[in-house]
């Protein structure tokens, strides 16, 4: 089982319309989980990071932290196509540098 | 704005040919990484230092080296490039927390 589990996708959606993405994981020890937005051929970029349970809201986008299910979530209010790009959930520990990702979940938001 | 750079953005090198791609940043963070990530695939950790201690991942090829001359600088060196090291390499920091910033990336075609 890997340590990090996230559905590819892709996901295409309608501008305007809420995208959610998630992430599960299997290792308890994980307490801070990042989203990561990758555009193509460029870098990823650092969206939302958190550290605690609950709901942390950016703007359009909300990341989601339920620790006792391991399962971690992004959503993306009213979309537009330049939020098409490839997200990735990433996840580590205190003492550990080393990030966990996901797959990857690439995005099209269709005008 | 403080940021994570690398240069070049796209290097050509030539099978067997050393090359050497370069990271530099501007948020004073004591931890930098490098990463290999390949088409459709997450990022994948060489190496990383945590101020001058170097740290290697135990998969990393003999083939990529490292340097970090001061902490602002760090340097990726392969020695003898395969057409299978054809990829985008990746340079992140983190500081006292543990989210990394990724810089752009550089795009390397080993012909």
């Known amino acids: 089982q890997k340590e990090v589990e996230q559905d590819p996708g892709p996901l295409s959606v309608p501008e305007g319309a809420i995208v959610s993405l998630n992430c599960t994981y299997s290792?308890?020890?994980?307490?801070?989980f990042m989203w990561y937005r990758q555009y193509s051929r460029k870098g990823p970029e650092l969206l939302m990071y958190t550290y605690s349970s609950g709901n942390k809201e950016d703007g359009r986008f909300t990341a989601q932290v339920d620790k006792s299910s391991k399962y971690i979530s992004l959503f993306i209010r009213d979309s537009q196509p330049s939020d098409s790009a490839t997200y990735l959930c990433a996840m580590n520990y205190y003492g550990n540098n080393r990030l966990a990702f996901g797959k990857g979940n690439q995005v099209v938001v269709i005008p | 704005d403080a940021m994570v750079i690398q240069n070049p953005r796209y290097q050509v090198t030539q099978f067997g040919k050393p090359v050497t791609l370069s990271c530099s940043q501007t948020?004073?963070?004591?931890?930098m990484y490098w990463y290999q990530q390949k088409s459709s695939q997450a990022p994948k950790l060489l190496f990383h230092?945590?101020?001058?201690?170097?740290?290697n991942e135990a998969d990393t090829p003999d083939n990529f080296q490292s340097r970090r001359p001061n902490t602002s600088f760090c340097f990726l060196d392969i020695r003898s490039p395969g057409l299978g090291d054809a990829a985008m390499y990746l340079c992140?920091?983190?500081?006292?927390?543990?989210?990394?910033?990724f810089g752009p990336g550089t795009r390397l075609t080993v012909t």
């Open positions: 290792n308890s020890a994980f307490q801070y």
């Open positions: 230092y945590y101020d001058k201690d170097f740290n």
């Open positions: 992140a920091t983190s500081g006292q927390t543990y989210e990394q910033y």
């Open positions: 948020l004073n963070h004591n931890v």
